[in-house]
């Protein structure tokens, strides 16, 4: 049984410094590594709470001088990040911490991007091979997660939507993923309940659905299913009733599911990211919502992958047919919604809603292929 209350320190590939207190580590970092002058990336919300102003604090007590950028949208857009660009070069910045949830690890990681490449930013959209322009180097990239779900703290790629259409893009290259991490769960204690359970819901997606994806990848297949069981030993107490012990599972469950869906995700996704681009909706809500309708649909022919599933779930062996509705029973233990009605969906919504999801970058890695008739009926179905 690993202690909690402990500080350990992993490479996956990127240095994570994780412990309840790990925070303390920040400002001997910096200034080990000679960097004074950090630009804080986070949203809003997250700059206001005590325990960014006490970062903010420990840091300007150690000499450091920092400066904060916390203008980006809730689906994080293009402007966003050159506003955010803007202002690092014009507060003659030297580095950039990335402090919250994915939309603030999206920004400042796209920030980071671009100080240094000024190409139109989506020139660098890799699903259009945008990534061989990233020739330049970028500032020193450290990434601190408040809530446990997208783990992007640990990844490489940011996603970022055009202003007007809304239509998502990923920037993704190996020199943007953090030089380190400080996962510190203490950070996560005072998450409403509600957000709790969604980025919790998020992080279970993403160890599900890399767990399904297509290809050959057995350590992500063993780092999804321990992530799995994880979250399922921790997702109710941490919402409910949350202590150091569940919040550090569901913490590095997170980081699990990011690193493991380097593999690849699925329909989830692509019937979530829609949500968000056209309605607004949380990304962690769409995917809770959308998570049994997709795994229903991949079900068939997948049995043995489901039966894994099940006993990471705590449902028993063999147990692969009761994934589909015990995630029903916890959406609903969470206080989550199980139909696209309760947050907003209306049937003229389908049509659009299903353009986006066949456009959508990750049902490629399903283990099934997915058209837009398939959309529409799970869209359906979920309504």
Sequence with gaps: MNDF??????????????????????????KANNLSSPLLVTDATV???PFFKEIVSDLDKAGIQVEVFHEMHKNPVKSDVIKGGDFYRSTKRDS?????????MDVARAITLRV??????FDYDDLIGGDKYVTEPVPHFITIPTTSGTGSEVGRSAIISEDESKKKRILFHPKLMAKIVFADPLLTMDLPSF??????????????????AKGFHPMCDGIA?????????????????????????MLLASLMGAVAFQK?????????????SLLDTHHGLANAVNLPYGMQFNYEGFEDRFDKMGTALGLGFNAGAKVVDHIFDLNKALGMPTTL???????????PLSVLAEADFCHPSNPKPVTKADFENIYTKAL
């Excluded at 350990?8 to 910096?30: D, H, Q, S, W």
């Excluded at 240094?116 to 930013?121: F, P, Q, S």
Aim: glycine share 10%; net charge negative.
């Design 5 to 30: 209350t402990k500080i350990y320190g992993f490479n996956f590939p990127t240095p994570i410094r994780f412990g309840a207190g790990v925070m303390k580590e920040l400002a001997p970092y910096l």
């Design 47 to 49: 700059a206001s709470l």
């Design 96 to 104: 950039i911490i990335g402090i919250g949830g994915g939309v603030a």
């Design 116 to 121: 240094n490449h000024t190409r139109d930013l």
């Design 195 to 212: 957000v709790t359970a969604a980025t919790g819901m998020d992080a279970l997606t993403h160890n599900m659905e890399a767990y399904l």
């Design 225 to 249: 299913l321990e992530g799995i069981a994880l979250i399922a030993d921790s997702i109710e107490k941490a919402t409910h009733n949350p202590d150091v012990e569940s919040r550090s599972k």
């Design 264 to 276: 690849g995700l699925g329909i989830v996704h692509s019937l979530a990211h829609p949500l968000s």
């Design 341 to 351: 009605s309760e947050i907003g969906v209306e049937k003229q919504h389908i049509e």
